[in-house]
């Protein structure tokens, strides 16, 4: 028995033409392994081996779906990692095909977003018989025709390998399950996405309260300034002008200012003044 990493050069992953998130990326298993995970829709991986047995280790996690096991050209098979918890299992055991040289393919189901995550490959072997039917510790799903006809291994030989490596280990919990990173980083994603919502219906509800409060500041502003209106008076009647009446007052040429001046008569002629008759 011999076990393959997820990490060696011999595999090949891929993804189809116009797969959205069409990227794989290598984590550490927790165990001493691999994990290589996609959410690419179509996206696939493949590997050649001699051999009658082979065992293909999947993750299982409530952000996983559907994935198919082929050999070299049989139909594929599909089935369901979808689980509440993270773990480990056979997804893909064939034992007792032909005694020479196989493929196998495992592709990611057609729905955008959910994730494929392959973990170990184990080779063994057996009696060969010609078996080309795999089973797993996931239950089988039917899948449409559409997405049948659409594995991976009609791919292979037009795409190019697109994974990317990390150095993320597996976080593991006090009952040995580990909580993969991808997992963590869907629920962080939707928390994220929440919190912005969130935030901007917080900033639209202080921008328009904020508004409102300048309108009304502006209105009691502008009736506090206005000028009072002017309003005519008009004016009061005058009594129309009384005409003076003159006093007629005798002339009196021995008055002087008002003072009364009485004549003297004149001496009589042959006498001066002063002397005695």
Known sequence: MSIVFANDPAITYACPPGALQATWSLRADGQGGYIMDTRGNGCFMQYSFTGTSINVQIVSNFDHGWYSCMLDSSTPQWFNANAGTDTFGAACTLTGASNEKHTVTITNGDQ?????????????SSISQGVTTFTSVYPPVQVPVAITATTGSSYASTVTTTATSTSNADITNSS??????SALGAVAGVL?????????AAFLFWRRDR??????KWALEMSENRPTPFIAVPPKPQSPPQEQQLVSVPYNPWEIAGVSVQPQAPPALGTSEGSVA
């Open 192 to 200: 994220g996405v929440i919190t912005l919502m969130a935030l901007g």
């Open 112 to 124: 955008p977003g959910w994730a494929l995550s392959i973990n170990n490959i184990t080779l063994s």
């Open 211 to 216: 508004h409102s409060r300048e309108e009304l």
């Open 176 to 181: 040995d399950h580990k909580v993969s990173t």
